[in-house]
């Protein structure tokens, strides 16, 4: 079995997520993409809480059968950490199951200082995204150079949905813009549903 463990704050989660998930599961040949927010990421407050995240998620890819959603971080109280995470995953689906997290290329620059990366590294594989106009060269040196020096596994793929972002997102519900077709609509609803991003909202 090969399994694609799809790692964010999802603050919103939004169509570059989705289609960036969807993408690597044919290529890779996944059976599945198990969507994993982060419940309290270890370098930073997010902006809305846990539990809207979390529905947020669960509206966003409930038409997709081989999306699920795991509440796996969202349980914890501490802070969280992938290693954590991919350890629990390991023993739920067996030794002989491939594990690939999935998350921005940005963070995956950041793994040798993840808790227990040289543990990690050894568990899983990686894949991160970058956006269009992201500068390729310095990162696959980047990428290239944490390959030799540690014998990780990491593809970097390129998603053009990915110009769309969360941050971007919660600035536009902010300044009272449209980000219609940004994410699936349940998503949209439930944002202004339930006021999220509005703090300090100004009209343009
Ligand atoms: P983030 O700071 O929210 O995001 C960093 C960048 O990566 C943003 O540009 C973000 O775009 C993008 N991104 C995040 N998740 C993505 C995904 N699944 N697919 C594509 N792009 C993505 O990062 P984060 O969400 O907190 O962290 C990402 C994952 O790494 C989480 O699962 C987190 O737990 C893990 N992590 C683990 C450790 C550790 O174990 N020590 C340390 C850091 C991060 P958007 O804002 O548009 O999503």
Redesign the pocket.
């Known amino acids: 079995m090969k399994i694609g ?7 919103p ?2 169509n ?2 989705l289609v ?2 969807e993408q690597v599961r044919t290529r890779f040949q996944m059976d599945k993409i198990i969507f ?1 927010p ?1 419940g309290n ?4 407050d ?1 902006m809305a809480s846990k539990e809207h995240r979390y529905k947020m998620t669960q509206l966003a890819i409930e038409d997709n059968e081989f999306f699920e959603l795991s509440r796996i ?1 969202l349980d914890q109280d501490n802070k ?6 991919v350890l629990k995953l390991r023993e739920m689906y067996g030794d002989e199951t491939e594990v690939y ?7 995956i620059l ?1 793994l040798p ?3 227990k ?1 040289d543990e ?1 590294v050894h568990l899983c594989k990686f894949i991160g ?1 970058t ?1 269009p106009g992201v500068e390729d060269k310095e990162l696959s040196d980047q990428i290239n150079a944490l390959v030799k020096d540690y014998k990780a596994d990491i593809t970097i793929t390129q ?1 053009p949905a ?1 110009a ?6 919660r600035r536009r519900v902010k300044y009272n813009l449209s980000i219609r077709y940004l994410l699936p609509k349940s998503a949209e609803d439930y944002i202004y549903e339930h006021k999220l991003y509005i703090d300090e909202r100004k009209v343009l």
């Open positions: 463990l799809m790692g964010g704050t999802f603050d989660i939004h570059g997520h960036l998930a994993i982060a990421p270890p370098h930073k997010s971080e969280t950490y992938t290693i954590d995470t997290f999935i998350t921005g290329a940005d963070m950041d200082t993840w808790k990366f990690l995204s956006r998603v990915l769309i972002s969360s941050t971007d997102i």
